[in-house]
Every structure is written in structure tokens, then in C-alpha cells.
């Protein structure tokens, strides 16, 4: 399964195989779900970024371009949110290719759980178990003040809206994101891509 899938089915509430669930029409854009999960993969892929290259002497501008694209700019969940992906994860993150983009940010998101305590959480997810909950705010105290406000503005969504639908839909993202139970080599990120 692809990123793009994966994303389109959170933004059809996780049950595109149900033809009972409605996903969005087109013209809505990205749902706030999609479009926090993605931001959130790039910023720690910019982390990420930094960290493999030289420091860097310039001030960081916001990680991913106009990934949040509020007012719909972000095009649709047809090709727009492909070519979104494509530029979000790819070109955009220092000219990576979108395999390491994807794998940096799934990776560097993952140790930043760890570190904040919630390891086993984050463990669960990637394992072939099943998913453990995070509550809104041990999801807080993980990703820190700068990274939610930086994801709120490039959602366009406020603070508590971004914790809501990340605490419900991360668990699934990342599950989803390593089917063999580990994070995916660079390669099978591109892939996904």
C-alpha cells in the first residue's frame, strides 16, 4: 500500500473497503487528518535532513513548503495530492530522494516517541500487534510546543484539532507505514511514494 492510499483512506475515515464509507468529494481537498499526518512526517524528515548535512547557518522556514495548504490549494485526493507527496517528501526536503524523506521522517518521528517516554506506544504501532492509544496530551509532551504550533499553522487547523486528529489516526498511519513490523528501508519508502 502506498502513501497516497494510505492517506485517502484516512481521509474516507479509515474504511475505503466499506461501501458504506463516504470519502470526501474530490473538490474538498485533503482531509485535516491527511493533511496533519503529512505535515508531521515532514517535519521530522527536515529534522532529519538537518541533521545528515552540514548545520545549517540559515533559519529554518516551515519544514514541507505549503504542506497544510489551507483553502484548498493542496489540490485534490486525486493527482494534486500525489504531486503534493512527490514535492513535500521529495524535492522540497533539500533535494532527497522521497524514499529517504519518508524514512527519515517515519524515523526520526519514532525516536522522538522513544525519547519522550512513549516507546512502547510507538513499538505497538510498528509491531504486528495491535495498536496501543496515545492520549492528546502524552502526544503534547512528545512532538513539544514548536513542533504542534508549526504543524497548526501549516494545517490550518487550531492546536487541540491537530492533537484530536493525530492521537486518532497516527496509531493506524504508522502501522500502516511498516506491514513487515520495522521501519521500511529507503528503498521500500520509495516505493510507498
Known sequence: MGLLDILNDIGAGGAS???RAQA???SQGMSPAAKALLALLAVYAMKHMRRADAPSTQPAGPAGGNVGMP???GGELGGGLGDLLRGTLGGILGGAAAGTALN???GGLLKQLQESG????ARSWVGTGPNKTISQGDLADALGSDTLNQLSRQTGM???DVLSELSQHLPRFVDQLTPQGRLPTEEEAARMV
Not at 512513549?118 to 506506544?121: A, E, I, R, S
Open 158 to 160: 487550531d492546536r487541540g
Open 118 to 121: 512513549q516507546g512502547d506506544v
Open 104 to 106: 527519515g521522517g517515519l
Open 71 to 73: 483553502g484548498g490549494q
Open 24 to 26: 470526501a468529494p474530490q
Open 17 to 19: 473497503g466499506d461501501p
